[in-house]
């Protein structure tokens, strides 16, 4: 009977293994992928042979990067955008989230906005009305409406919310008893025990924000002003072979536009790949603490 239960936990933990390193490959090998397609030649590109190694391997596609103003300028505005969006969105969050923890005879309205909230998270105005917003306020063609187009994160501002309910209400009272007031043992105490939860949501904001490119193509009505996906999006290139000078014909039989636009794709997950370990630690606490409510 032991011996039976022994085999059938076993096969239990092989299968779920199993899953786990079928999930594992469905995440990395795209972006093998996708390196592969950026280091191999565009003969064998052109050819269907690349997999998951590099054929004919050639860094031409990332010598061509280099040359490519409006790349760079791109990732400049993407990086500009989650950074003004990462500290608004956690100022607003922490500021908003300290009131909605209280109970509703410490805040009276604590509910109803919370219910406000949500129905803005659920209902949108469309994205018309959204557009003549942004446009009244100025907020077309700059970084500021970039970050600010998604407005409050609700999801985010609820987790922080939850998790700052959990924080012992002893702490508050020692800190106004020594005569601390709102803001500072909202700085003090409450931030300071938050670190996994702004972590968590810290790691939302950037990844959302990093891949958003719909706002970019809405809110930019010259190319100079997108950012770095809307950028990607926008890489269908019509070239007029009439024009070219000697040297673009030789540029063009070393390049092809799969490696170079695979090259261009592999450089935007970068910043991601090198944030998201940073943050991972955190994550499974911020998202367990901030979304279960005592």
Same mark, same amino acid.
């Given at each position: 009977?032991?011996?039976?239960?022994?085999?059938?936990?076993?096969?239990?933990?092989?299968?779920?293994?199993?899953? %786990?390193?079928?999930?594992?490959?469905?995440?990395?090998?795209?972006?093998?992928?996708?390196?592969?397609?950026?280091?191999? $030649?565009?003969?064998?590109?052109?050819?269907?042979?690349?997999?998951?190694?590099?054929?004919?391997?050639?860094?031409?596609? /990332?010598?061509?990067?280099?040359?490519?103003?409006?790349?760079?300028?791109?990732?400049?505005?993407?990086?500009?955008?989650?950074?003004?969006? =990462?500290?608004?969105?956690?100022?607003?969050?922490?500021?908003?989230?300290?009131?909605?923890?209280?109970?509703?005879?410490?805040?009276?309205?604590?509910?109803?906005? @919370?219910? %406000?909230?949500?129905?803005?998270?659920?209902?949108?105005?469309?994205?018309?009305?959204?557009?003549? #917003?942004?446009?009244? /306020?100025?907020?077309?063609?700059?970084?500021?409406?970039? $970050? %600010?187009?998604?407005?409050?994160?609700?999801?985010? @501002?609820?987790?922080?919310?939850?998790?700052?309910?959990?924080?012992?209400?002893?702490?508050?009272?020692?800190?106004?008893?020594?005569?601390?007031?709102?803001?500072?043992?909202?700085?003090? #105490?409450? #931030?300071?025990?938050?670190?996994?939860?702004?972590?968590?949501?810290? @790691?939302?904001?950037?990844?959302?924000?990093?891949?958003?490119?719909?706002?970019?193509?809405?809110?930019?009505?010259? $190319?100079?002003? /997108?950012?770095?996906?809307?950028?990607?999006?926008?890489?269908?290139?019509?070239?007029?072979?009439?024009? =070219?000078?000697?040297?673009?014909?030789?540029?063009?039989?070393?390049?092809?536009?799969?490696?170079?636009?695979?090259?261009?794709?592999?450089?935007? =997950?970068?910043?991601?790949?090198?944030? /998201?370990? @940073? %943050?991972?630690?955190?994550? #499974?606490?911020?998202?367990?603490?901030?979304?279960?409510?005592?």
């Amino acid at each position: 009977m032991i011996e039976s239960k022994s085999i059938h936990l076993k096969l239990i933990r092989f299968l779920i293994y199993t899953l %786990l390193i079928i999930l594992v490959l469905s995440c990395f090998l795209p972006l093998l992928y996708t390196l592969a397609v950026s280091l191999s $030649a565009k003969s064998a590109v052109a050819a269907g042979k690349v997999a998951f190694w590099p054929v004919d391997f050639t860094t031409y596609s /990332y010598h061509e990067i280099m040359k490519d103003v409006r790349f760079f300028g791109a990732f400049w505005t993407s990086i500009k955008r989650v950074v003004v969006a =990462m500290v608004l969105s956690l100022m607003t969050m922490i500021s908003a989230a300290y009131p909605l923890s209280k109970t509703k005879h410490e805040f009276a309205a604590r509910n109803y906005i @919370l219910w %406000l909230l949500v129905f803005c998270m659920i209902f949108s105005g469309g994205l018309i009305p959204w557009y003549i #917003v942004m446009k009244t /306020y100025k907020f077309t063609n700059n970084v500021f409406g970039l $970050a %600010l187009g998604g407005g409050i994160p609700v999801f985010n @501002l609820i987790l922080v919310v939850n998790f700052f309910q959990t924080v012992p209400a002893e702490l508050e009272e020692a800190a106004k008893v020594d005569g601390a007031g709102p803001w500072y043992v909202l700085f003090r #105490v409450f #931030v300071p025990l938050s670190k996994p939860v702004l972590a968590t949501v810290t @790691l939302f904001t950037i990844v959302g924000h990093w891949n958003e490119f719909f706002q970019g193509l809405v809110l930019s009505s010259n $190319a100079e002003h /997108y950012p770095l996906q809307t950028y990607i999006k926008q890489l269908i290139v019509v070239i007029d072979t009439s024009k =070219m000078t000697e040297d673009q014909y030789k540029t063009m039989e070393l390049l092809s536009n799969t490696s170079l636009n695979a090259a261009k794709i592999f450089i935007s =997950m970068i910043p991601i790949l090198c944030i /998201y370990p @940073l %943050l991972q630690r955190y994550f #499974v606490t911020g998202i367990m603490l901030g979304g279960v409510k005592e």
